[in-house]
């Protein structure tokens, strides 16, 4: 499955923005979604993800109150839904998708097959 990611952006301090990924066919229900990001300097690391059944969800510590994960069955999409943006939450945000993930390897980036290109978010303070 290839995946598109978009909808980033500069937003200030506080504000919102909602990242799409779509997805060139819809991926089985057992699939994770799952969205990282990348500071500049930094390693990828985990946001959240969903099982594309709906089964399950996961945050990172860093993300949870203020994103949110969504998916939409009809347009092969997931949504990142994000709030009360911070300056630190300034990334390349990544969308990923991986077949056969068990649920305490979510968080791994090598677990996932297939991934978007980044889409930028800026958050100015």
């Known amino acids: 499955v290839q995946l598109q990611a978009s909808g980033g952006g500069l937003v200030q301090a506080g504000g919102s923005l909602r990242l799409s990924c779509a997805a060139s066919e819809r991926p089985p229900s057992r699939t994770v979604m799952g969205w990282f990001r990348q500071a500049p300097g930094k390693e990828r690391e985990f946001v959240t993800a969903?099982?594309?059944?709906?089964?399950?969800?996961w945050h990172s510590d860093s993300v949870k109150g203020r994103f949110t994960i969504s998916r939409d069955n009809a347009k092969n999409t997931v949504y990142l839904q994000m709030n009360s943006l911070k300056p630190e939450d300034t990334a390349v945000y990544f969308c990923?998708?991986?077949?056969?993930?068990?649920?305490?390897?979510?968080?791994?980036?090598?677990?996932?097959?297939?991934w978007g290109q980044g889409t930028l978010v800026t958050v100015s303070s």
């Open positions: 990923a998708a991986g077949g056969r993930i068990i649920n305490t390897s979510v968080r791994v980036a090598a677990e996932y097959d297939n």
């Open positions: 969903m099982r594309w059944s709906g089964s399950g969800t």
